[in-house]
């Protein structure tokens, strides 16, 4: 096993402390299972595969002093650990790369099963109007100890501070090896998803705050849009319309090194016709107003003032815009152009676009197809979601497959040491 040299923590004594680092020649007869990253993948991968087969013994190296960094970050500190897709219609609209795996692997473990799996393990949980679900605990850690007790009761082992630098190797050793973290040879390339866009526009970024509860976003000359609350930042724009558009554009947007022209739809999902319609109807009730006065679309009136600086249009009265003037303020409302100068990190967490390439794997099993016995689950696929629980349910549910598939393994071909 290729490893770097293991640092002695007091964390992993504080998880399991009656384990001790080296293995009993008695424990080695047993069949094992070593598991590459200590993150919401491994850890439920570790816990369900125990559940399955009691006598398996299971050790999860982790690289990093601190196991699990991800879920206590995760919403806020909330943990927004998975979704009711009650407003999902296709997978695709959750995942932009890997709906087609989950759509199978959602028949053995989706997310009723994770709901219920949690609820029954101790933890509340809670679904929020936009059917995000949270401990009811509104903690982080409600998830995180429940993993940790769960792993501990069944004397699953952690060695921290180990970085496995070629898993296949550890074959040698374990009957079974998988793999939940990044890092890992085979994959497509990675690259940033869930980012907020930078845009260099000081007349736009003095509206900080600014939230429009209906947008629409989409890059020029693509097929990628997004829609949803759109909120205007000091370095740009975000709100889950941006975070939805930058995990569909992951890959486009990679490529062009993060600049990019973006256009806006102000009014939801009203296009051309309907903003025009909607423009003649208010400024003809109002004839003698000045444009600025209108209420159009529900916008805030520092945005709307805003956009109309870009008219030339302030001052007017309903009655003097004119054709050409109405055809501006539509194209302004529908069709607004900006252009992305950079990315921003959301909140601290990250969400990588890229892994091991799925038709590399076994899409039942999740076992490699060129080395057998190895196994991945969670971020390490080329699966990811957009904001709102879909990337831990994919972990979940990623984890739970090759769980129950090592089960299946094992109970038709016993490994004998």
Partial sequence: MKA??????????????????????????????????????????????????????????????KVLAKVEISGGGRCNCTNTFAEISDLKQAYPRGASLLKRLFQQFGPSDAFQWFENHGVPLTIQEDQCVFPKAQDSHAIIDCLTHECKRHHVRLRLGIKIEQPEDLLKEFDYVAVTIGGTPHREGCVPSLFTFSIKDKALTSLMGTVVEEAIVSIPSTKFKAEGPLLITHWGMSGPAILKLSSYAARHLAEQGYQSPLLVNWTGNNNAEDAYQHI??????????????????????????????????QGKRCQELGKKGINRLVDLLTNDTYFIAGRSVYKDEFVTCGGVALDQINAHTLESKSIPGLFYAGEVLDIDGITGGFNFQAAWTTAYAVAKAISEKNASFPHEK
């Fill in 4 to 65: 770097e040299k293991e640092i002695q923590s007091e964390e992993n004594k504080k998880v399991f402390p009656t384990e001790e680092a080296t293995v009993s020649l008695e424990e080695k007869k047993k069949t094992s299972l070593a598991i590459i990253g200590g993150g919401a993948a491994g850890f439920f991968l570790a816990v369900n595969a125990k559940e399955m087969m009691p006598e398996l013994d299971v050790t999860i190296f982790e690289q990093q002093r």
């Fill in 280 to 313: 003649i109807y208010n400024i003809e009730r109002n004839p003698q107003k000045k444009i600025e006065n209108i209420k159009l679309f529900n916008l805030q009136d520092r945005l709307w003032n805003y956009l109309l600086s870009k008219t030339q249009l």
